[in-house]
């Protein structure tokens, strides 16, 4: 196991050059690492020899505020500011959810348990109705639901922490810190709603108005080499206001043109890509608008030139899932892996069991997808699908490629009841196949319809709702206790949470058992009662446990 040095200071940086928690690794691959220069301050390497210093009570410095001053964005007043604080706890419940499970915390700070340490500071939509916000939170991990996987592939057909129909996920214990800055510089507290699996966007709403009620006015039809403004929040020092303690930003304007536009079969836009010699990091969830002032998108990705956009309607449809249910909702996870049957190759088909003239037929037509394989414990596994197959339609509606396949997946939605017509080899007509759909957060799940890498089933101390990650002899040290795990999550309605277990508790032993570096697995026998000692500001205190069958 190797060790990942954390050590926690605050932090108010702008996206995405945001951690001051810098992972060893991937703590967030998808935007760059901020240099020593652009952080207030950085991880030390960690001296192995030296012992821990004492720690004392002090106070902590208060959260620089921030302060949007009047930038180019007066002509798309939708656009506004989010500043989201993450506490020491959220980013390690954060970095853990990135893939550093397993991954040892060296050294800790403990005045930044349950004070800001972070913050990132993005661009935002506010939608027609006024408070409803969609953004591209970078740090939205720490704030979805406890659990991330859906499946567990030793009990096939049970789904585990997924949103099925009507079922909303449970949230973490500790409600998010945002604030949202409008255009003319008022400040409205935000609440999260839950965060969209499909395009990854969370959606918040305000407490009051983000801007009047409206509607856009209606927009050009798009066309290559139409002019587009890309609106995003940068850092600026207006001369002689220069304090450590304000973080001035303005909502600048980068100037871009239509590149690309990809549509549905309905003729709605699906893809959306624009060029600019003037992109930087700092335009990742930035609002795209038309020359008139309208929507278009937010800006999910870019490489060299171009940013790829997330299109309005996309983004309408994701704020819809997300109020209905009031909560996060994951992809839809079917569970396989597939080729285009225009795009497959012969040997793929003979290798999976079709014969020469049964192929013909079916080349010839060009729908449908070939499965190469079904991960056991899936939906689709479940379902009876097999190699070979070919899904043709998905109900009642023809698979015509790859991305068709993932739009109709999608728009059925997480926990959904599908209807496949499958064709097999060797057999003459289509085989309904009915399938319930899984769901997923994990952020490899994309386009393809692949399964993500499978967990096993909740064990230990994530059967009893409690998230951990995993402390040095440093680290515990520094908190006051001689060895444990710090409680990173508590799931609401969990054992844990009835019986009083807090984020930013260490627990020390359970059952007199010491618990250490790799207990996180820790596997309990049948009894019904647990006896934790736990680390609670440097106090020790015994909380009885009691496990429900």
């Known amino acids: 196991m190797k060790k990942i040095f954390y050590q926690l200071k605050f932090a108010f940086v702008l996206v995405p050059a945001l951690l001051a928690l810098p992972s060893a690794s991937r703590a967030q691959s ?69 893939g550093n499970e397993g991954d040892q915390v060296f050294t800790i700070d403990p005045e930044v348990i349950s004070n800001d340490v972070h913050a990132s500071i993005i661009a935002g939509w506010a939608l027609d109705d006024g408070k409803t916000i969609a953004a591209r939170l970078p740090q939205a991990g720490a704030e979805i639901e406890f659990g991330q996987f859906p499946m567990s592939p030793f009990e096939p057909g049970k789904l585990s922490n997924v949103a099925t129909a009507g079922v909303p996920l449970a949230r973490t214990r500790t409600e998010p810190d945002l604030t949202v800055i409008t255009n003319d510089g008022r400040r409205l507290r935000a609440r999260y709603v839950g965060l969209d699996g499909q395009t990854g966007l969370s959606v918040l709403q305000v407490n009051g108005m983000a801007m009047p009620t409206s509607v856009q006015t209606a927009a050009k039809q798009l066309a290559e080499g139409q002019q587009v403004q890309l609106f995003a929040p940068e850092r600026t020092a207006p001369e002689g206001e220069a304090t450590s303690q304000i973080i001035y930003v303005k909502v600048a304007v980068t100037e871009a ?16 890509t624009v060029r600019s010699t003037n992109l930087s990091p700092v335009i990742l969830g930035g609002v795209a608008c038309d020359e008139a002032g309208n929507t278009l998108g937010i800006v999910d990705a870019f490489e060299n030139n171009a940013a790829h956009i997330i299109p309005a309607e996309s983004i309408r449809a994701a704020t819809r899932r997300v109020l209905e249910r009031q909560a996060s909702v994951p992809k839809p996870l079917l569970g396989v892996r597939g080729e285009p049957v225009d795009l497959a190759a012969r040997a793929v088909f003979l290798a999976n069991g079709w014969r020469e003239d049964q192929l013909n037929e079916l080349m010839q037509k060009q729908l449908g997808i070939l499965l190469t394989l079904v991960m056991p414990g899936t939906p689709a596994a479940v379902a009876k699908l097999h190699p070979g197959d070919v899904i043709v339609s998905v109900n009642k509606e023809e698979v015509k490629s790859a991305e068709e396949f993932s739009k109709l997946l999608g728009d059925a939605g997480s926990g959904a009841q599908v209807q496949f017509a499958v064709r097999r080899p060797g057999l003459a007509s289509e085989v309904p196949i009915d399938v319930k759909l899984g769901g997923s957060f994990d952020p490899l799940f994309e386009w393809h319809f ?85 680390v609670r500001d440097r106090e020790r205190k015994q909380i009885v446990l009691e496990a429900v069958e």
């Not at 620089?64 to 506490?87: C, E, F, K, N, Y």
């Not at 043109?257 to 959306?272: D, M, Q």
């Open 30 to 98: 998808a935007t760059p690492a901020t240099t020593a220069a652009q952080t207030p301050s950085s991880a030390q390497a960690p001296q192995e020899k030296t012992q821990p210093r004492r720690t004392t009570k002090r106070a902590m410095t208060p959260p620089a505020r921030v302060t949007v001053i009047a930038g180019q964005s007066q002509g798309a007043p939708q656009v506004v500011t989010i500043v989201h604080r993450l506490t020491g706890v959220k980013m390690l419940r954060y970095l853990l959810r990135q």
């Open 257 to 272: 043109k239509i590149s690309k536009v990809a549509r549905t079969t309905a003729g709605g836009v699906e893809k959306l």
């Open 450 to 534: 692949e399964m993500p890498p499978l967990q096993p089933p909740p064990v230990g101390l994530n059967q009893l709702g409690i998230q951990t990650a995993t402390l040095s002899w440093n680290g515990t040290s520094q908190l006051g206790a001689q060895t444990g795990l710090l409680v990173v999550a508590v799931q609401p309605e969990s054992a844990a949470a009835r019986s009083g277990i807090r984020e930013g508790d260490v627990i020390e032993s359970i059952d007199g058992r010491r618990v250490g570096r790799g207990t996180w697995v820790f596997t309990f026998n049948r009894q019904k009662k647990h006896v934790f000692s736990v």
